[in-house]
């Protein structure tokens, strides 16, 4: 309700603001013809802004310690003598009742006098501050409003003042990718070296054995916490995945950019990208109550014992998952070495497959690489499949008919649902994802940089 | 007419290739097209070319860009078989053999009709590797010293191989911009085509590279039947026996080359000539 | 240079034709092959999508019909033993009438509701049918009696009457009638009882027991309980808390700082990092965006878990640097004419990318945030991170309470033990998912070619 208020006002203020500004500016244009630097809603909005930052200043400010002067108010209400009483927890519980008293919607138990005392000097105390900050607000808005409006002349460069300020806006709005960056990596990396602190890092990165134990949270034996298993599970998965996704993927680019005419081109490339967006819970859902069982099947038939959640089984899903991002990042790289070099196969009269081969794909080489280690980071980092379809078996082994476990699977069972970040066992998740972000930046770095050079080349 | 007195006496000079008209004349037919028409879609891009393109002798297409030049030299080895929506009608007969028949095979043909292209394309190979891939691919050497042994001299016969025989190993992509042209042509050589084709070959060139490539193409007329697109009318003075002009899609007058640059027939071709049409 | 090794003679051009010719088959067969393989990766590639949409589908869409009870359901007062609901008396304040209403409502709830279901399935059986009333249960769903009584508080006059009400059938009724249980298998196996079954056999011969659109899925709340009332709900409306978070900061901010980077950026280490950093950005997998969501949104501002609050705004991470990569192409592509004509005119750089540039990148803009969008509707795993797949039994109100989303919601009933009931189930919630991305993105496609026709 407060905050209704205070924003409607704000609303207000910048409305008057703007209208001041534009009017005054208005009035400076005579018929015979001062120059007006800026067009009103120029001044208009400079007004605006200078109105509504010292406004905003002091909401915000009352927003972040109004809460500790409230307290601190509803402290000092509390007679002396029942302080001395209260610990931490009663304290707290009795600041609550006065709340709850000022706010009128009752209490459970009886009401000491003192907390409807403190009740109402409170509400009083409430009310009071809210007038003092919603004057305040308005007073200095007013007040940079009135300022703002006798600097307004004719010589005054309000666009380009309100140009700064837009620009500062939009750079700020750049530095948020940045800090996201910055927020993955600090939080991968305090709570990384949080694990740390209760598991050898020496034991973590080459650790063989996988079993965080739950029950004794905290306490004594905390379990093992072996990465390698977890990694060699996404290795195994992530190259099958290769297999399955590269040849598909490449030959599909190399089919629809050099044989299909442009009519077949039209309808099947859509198609292949609807792939790629359907969400991977999907696929991970397509992996279990289909592909395994069927996987599981067809290993009887020729002898060999599948289980239905394996590495096979997420790898091949995760592999068609795959394909249209491999598909169309080749499409893209083939198309873009030049039509010379094409046409100077067939003029020695290579057949189209021969210039494909022997020229083509070399030459688009350096650019197919980095689509392909792309796609091995997305592979890589790809949770929902494996989490449904890998089997989550935490076991160094080597064979692909046999369920694993991931770093993904691993930081998903970890942290689901518990953010106490207490012990090891939820932290870990932070040491599986950080090694994971590694992992997966120096992919992309290197990917990204190849694919760069691979572009300027043929520019 | 002061320009065109001017024009003349320079082409006069510069069209003295060694080899007199009438010889020219009576050279066999290599090459013959009969109503050639292209159509790009809906566009039509030729109109009923004919013409005859003598045995080892240089024949040199002129025009202003977008004429439709290109275009019939890209008819001559099919290449615009491999663009979309390209349709070529008409008769085109290498040593009396329909080009166009649907029992002759395109790579057959183009290996017996080798083109050069406008801009440089090696490809992204060794030197070696350029020239080895044509007589690879078509299985011409029986043996690695016999490879050898046309790399050397298809090197040799562009005239490049001084330049480059202690770095055959390094890519091609890595020479100038005219030795990457004749590395193209040494290419081109080495799959021991009857005729080549060339597709304004020194446009990326600068002089000094262009006299070079002029001179070689020069020699190379002993043992090739050339072609040569070209947007220099100087250049098809100074190379070819025979040229045609081509405006607008068609071929509007085509002889001997010191007959075309020094007393045309065709009112166009004399426009061009003088500068008159870009 | 007149030195010429090889002989170009008429003869050996003749001979090097015929080696061309001998290898020409060979070639050709090679070429074929090679375009077989192209042909075949292609049909497999399609053969996928194929195979996973028709695999769906044929588990979906049969979930979409349920089977309904249609009864007549008598409020005995022999079983419905409880005063009449309080009326409100004059003088009566507020707080006591509450009071006493809600005291009513309490005893009614106390009442044993099963016996109103249990008397109204026995009277559409046959008589004398043998059944003992723990079986004829298991035939309408367990939420039966919670509708019964809330259309007894809503009305109280219905006491002593019969009217026809439509209830649910169980999930293993339902499963019946689909005939997903095989009816051969022992008495041990079966989920119900050998007379429940044979009731359900004379219900749907009697017309008792018929199928319906299960509109369930689209109004009811996820349940545990009743699998059979459980619905999408309250996974729609956390999806859709989401996708408002992320249309309303990701759209501005993204676009913004894509206008920054591309217009206004001076060219230095600082942008080139920024340039790295977001390409980065979008290939940095989606649970790690759900680490950064527990340990800075959950961990340290403390906002409240499995809200969709947090969800929107990790997700709105995510989503970001699509948009700005996607709004940075379009710039790039508005051609320099149109810029310098606005410059030209004496326009500021500011008003020149506001005014002319940006429009003309719109269509491209609006495509790029519906696929962004899209996405972020379908990702699961970040979500897991930040307390989302708890099992939440209402719609939420506001981004602040508790919710699910609709992957999430798949997530959550692909792991039910009830499998039998819930693979249909969950193929069903896939096919709803999967129906609101095709709309997005037909939405975006159909924007685009519109906007792009007038521009």
Known sequence: MNSLIIAGLLVLLLGLAYQTGWSKSRSLVTPDG???????????????????????????????????????????????????????????????????????????????????????????????????????AAGTGILALLYARSRITARLRARNAVERVMNLALLACSGVAILTTVGIVASLLTEALRFFTFINPLDFFFGTVWAPKFSSTGTGDAGQYGILPLLSGTLMVAAIAMAVAVPVGLMTAIYLSQYAPRSVRAVVKPIIEILAGIPTIVYGFFALVTVGPFLNKAGAMIGLDISATSALTAGVVMGIMIIPFISSLSDDILNQVPLALRDGAYGLGATQSETIRNVLLPAALPGIVGAFLLAVSRAIGETMIVVLAAGNSPVLRGSPFEPVSTITVSIVNQLTGDTDFAGPQSLVGFALGLTLFVMTLLLNIVALYIVRRFREQYE | MDMLAGKVKMTQQSVNNGMNPTDMLERPIRLHAKDVTVHYGAKQALFGISIDIPDRAVTSFIGPSGCGKSTFLRCINRMNDT?????????????????????????????????????????????????????????????????????????????????????????????????????????????????ILMDEPCSALDPIATAIIEELIDELRENFTIVIVTHSMQQAARVSQKTAFFHLGKLIEEGVTEDIFTNPVNKQTQDYIMGRIG | MTNISTPTGRQAS???????????????????????????????????????????????????????????????????????????????????????????????????????????????????????????LTVAETNARHVLREMFVNDPSLLGQT????????????????????????????????????????????????????????????????????????????????????????????VASAIYLEEFAPKSRLTDLIEVNINNL??????????????????????????????????????????????????????????????????????????????????????????????????????????????????????????????????????????????????????????????????????????????
Not at chain 3, 73 to 79: K, N, Q, R, S, V
Not at chain 3, 172 to 189: H, T
Not at chain 3, 424 to 443: E, H
């Open chain 1, 34 to 136: 001062i120059k007006v630097h800026s067009r009103p809603q120029y001044h208009g909005a400079l007004v605006a802004i200078w109105t509504l930052v010292p406004a905003l200043l002091i909401v915000g400010l009352w927003a972040n310690f109004g809460d500790s002067a409230t307290r601190a108010f509803t402290v000092s209400q509390i007679p002396p003598d029942v302080i001395m009483g209260l610990d931490e927890i009663a304290l707290n519980a009795t600041i609550q009742r006065i709340g709850a008293l000022a706010s009128g919607y009752g209490v459970v138990g009886e009401v000491q006098p003192f907390e409807q005392a403190a009740g109402a000097a409170l509400r009083q105390f409430q009310f009071l501050s809210f007038l003092l900050v919603v004057a305040a």
């Open chain 3, 14 to 136: 003749i001979e090097r034709t015929r080696r061309v010719r001998d290898g020409l088959r060979r070639r050709h067969l090679h070429e074929a092959l090679f375009k077989g393989f192209g042909l075949a990766a292609i049909i497999a590639a399609l053969g996928f999508v194929a195979i996973l949409f028709t695999d769906v589908l044929i588990k979906g869409i049969p979930a979409f019909t349920q089977a309904n009870l249609h009864l007549e359901a008598t409020f005995d007062p022999a079983i419905i033993d409880v005063g009449p609901a309080p009326v409100r008396t004059a003088g009566q304040s507020d707080a006591d009438f509450r009071a006493a209403s809600l005291g009513w409502q309490r005893d009614v709830a106390l009442l044993n509701w099963n016996k109103v279901v249990e008397a109204s399935l026995r009277a559409a059986a046959p008589a004398g049918f043998e059944i003992d009333s723990r079986q004829i």
């Open chain 3, 163 to 254: 009217i026809k009400v439509d209830l649910l059938a169980s999930a293993n009724a339902d499963n019946w009638v689909k005939g997903n249980i095989d009816r051969e298998l022992g008495d041990a196996q079966q989920q119900l009882s050998a007379p429940a079954r044979a009731l359900i056999d004379i219900f749907e011969e009697n017309g008792t027991i018929s199928m319906g659109f299960a509109w369930s899925i689209f109004t009811n709340v996820d349940s545990r309980a009743a699998p059979a009332s459980a619905g999408l709900a309250g996974a729609f409306m956390g999806s859709l808390f989401m996708m408002v978070i992320v249309i309303l900061l990701a759209v501005p901010i993204g």
């Open chain 3, 282 to 455: 979008a290939a940095v997998p989606s649970i790690v965006f759900g680490l950064l969501g527990a340990a800075v949104f959950i961990n340290y501002f403390k906002l409240p878990l499995s809200a969709p609050l947090a969800g929107g705004l990790v997700l709105t991470l995510m989503t970001l640097p699509t948009i700005i990569i996607a709004t940075r192409g379009a710039l790039q592509g508005v051609s320099p004419a149109l810029r310098q004509a606005a410059l030209g005119m004496g326009a500021s750089k500011t008003q020149m990318v506001f005014h002319h540039v940006l429009p003309v990148t719109f269509p491209s803009i609006l495509t790029a945030t519906i696929i962004g969008v899209a996405q972020a509707l379908g990702e699961t795993a970040p979500l897991l991170l930040i307390g989302m797949n708890a099992f939440v039994a209402s719609i939420p109100a506001t981004p602040l309470d508790q919710a699910t989303a609709l992957p999430v919601q798949i997530y959550l009933w692909q792991a039910n033990e009830n499998r039998n009931f819930f693979e249909a189930r969950t193929s069903a919630a896939i096919l709803v998912l999967l129906g609101f991305m095709i709309l997005l993105n037909a939405i975006a496609i159909l924007l685009r070619t519109r906007l792009e026709r007038r521009a």
């Open chain 2, 83 to 195: 663009i979309e929506g390209a349709k070529v009608r008409g008769l085109i007969e290498l040593d009396g053999e329909d080009i166009y028949d649907p029992a002759l095979d395109v790579v057959e043909l183009r290996a017996r009709i080798g083109m050069v292209f406008q801009k440089p394309n090696p490809f992204p190979k060794s030197i070696y590797e350029n020239v080895a891939y044509g007589p690879k691919i078509h299985g011409l050497a029986r043996s690695k010293s016999d490879l050898d042994e046309i790399v050397v001299s298809s090197l040799r016969k562009a005239g490049l191989f001084e330049e480059v025989k202690d770095r055959l190993n390094e890519p091609g992509t890595g020479l100038s911009g005219g030795q990457q042209q004749r590395l193209c042509i040494a290419r081109a050589i080495a799959v021991g085509p009857e005729v």
